[in-house]
Nanobody
């Protein structure tokens, strides 16, 4: 099985920074695209940022210029550097990854982490 474990969430003041990490583990042949999503109370889960194995990135308009996604392919880990945080960034942040498992080399499977809480106080 594949597991995604997030870390780095917490409580910060507006204007502060946090760095989230997500490590994929298990019987993995390849980790393809990875990304971060977030869900605030009463809202649907939304995409924050994605990154391919080659390092190509996309961002939600609301975080462009403030957040940076990166990855370490050797560690199967994706990061989200969040700067100039705003109260509206408060949400549970979820890691997501497309993974090819060794036991199922012929197809991609999508996995989610458990989520990590980010709270930004005003």
């Amino acid at each position: 099985q594949v597991q995604l474990v997030e870390s780095g969430g917490g409580l910060v003041q507006a204007g502060g920074s946090l760095r989230l990490s997500c490590a994929a583990s298990g019987s993995i042949l390849r980790v393809n695209a990875m990304g971060w999503y977030r869900q605030a109370p009463g809202n649907e889960r939304e995409l924050v940022a994605t990154i391919t194995t080659a390092g190509s990135t996309t961002y939600a308009d609301s975080v462009k210029g403030r957040f940076t996604i990166s990855r370490d392919n050797a560690k199967n880990t994706v990061y989200l550097q969040m700067n100039n945080l705003r109260p509206e960034d408060t949400a549970v942040y979820y890691c997501n990854a497309d993974v090819v498992r060794r036991a199922s080399w012929y197809r991609n499977q999508n996995y989610w982490g458990q989520g990590t809480q980010v709270t930004v106080s005003s």
